[in-house]
Structures are given as C-alpha cells and as structure tokens.
Nanobody, 124 residues
Framework: QVHLAESGGRLVQTGGSLRLSCAIS????????MAWFQQRPGKEYEFIGS????????FVANSVNGRFTISRDYANNMLYLQMNNLKATDAAVYYC?????????????????WGQGTQVAVSA
C-alpha cells in the first residue's frame, strides 16, 4: 500500500506563489509516475502535470505551462508543485496521485493512489 499526504494549501493573493508538497510513504518503490490533479467546486478532476518518479522527467498541462512546475525529492519521497502567478481560476483542491504505470497518462484511472487533497484559495 502507498500513502500520500498533501500539504501547503492556503489562501494566497492573485499573482502570488505557493508550493504544495506531497509526502509519499509505504511501498514507494512501486511508484513509477506521480501527478497532480485539481478539482474545482462542482467540476471533474483536471490533470495538472506528472513526473516520472525514477527518471524525473515532467509533463505539465498547457493550461498551467509556464506557471506551474512539478519536481520531486526522490531520496525523501516528496513530490512538489510550485505554483506561480496564481489566478482566481487556480482556486481548487489539489490532489497528488501515484501510479505503478510507467508513463501514466492524464487519465485519472491510471492512478491507484490518491491523497486527501489540499485546498488552495486565491483572492483578488
């Protein structure tokens, strides 16, 4: 089993920056792809980006490309999402997700492990 725990969500002003963290524990050696998703109220999960857990290569959705960056600390089993130039539309619950599939896609069904989410609010 793999346990994911997000942290770092809070209220931030428009244009501000925030870094979300995700602590990974349990059978971490089975992880191949880690990702971040967001869920706005009443909306479906939306893929933000992913990282190859072993290699470290990243893929970021066009909607946040240039503003959001995914990184990891492989030795300490930590996943990060750096969010810059935040907009009102970025307000959501952010989830980290883990997959045992290499090159897992944007499809949420590829991810078997999910954290509880962390709330990001953006004020004008």
């Amino acid at each position: 089993q793999v346990h994911l725990a997000e942290s770092g969500g809070r209220l931030v002003q428009t244009g501000g920056s925030l870094r979300l963290s995700c602590a990974i524990s349990g059978r971490t050696h089975s992880m191949r792809t880690m990702a971040w998703f967001q869920q706005r109220p009443g909306k479906e999960y939306e893929f933000i980006g992913s990282i190859s857990w072993i290699v470290g290569s990243t893929f970021v959705a066009n909607s946040v490309n240039g503003r959001f960056t995914i990184s990891r600390d492989y030795a300490n089993n930590m996943l990060y999402l750096q969010m810059n130039n935040l907009k009102a539309t970025d307000a959501a619950v952010y989830y980290c997700a883990g997959s045992e599939i290499d090159g897992a896609t944007t499809d949420i069904r590829s991810y078997a492990y999910w954290g509880q989410g962390t709330q990001v609010a953006v004020s004008a």
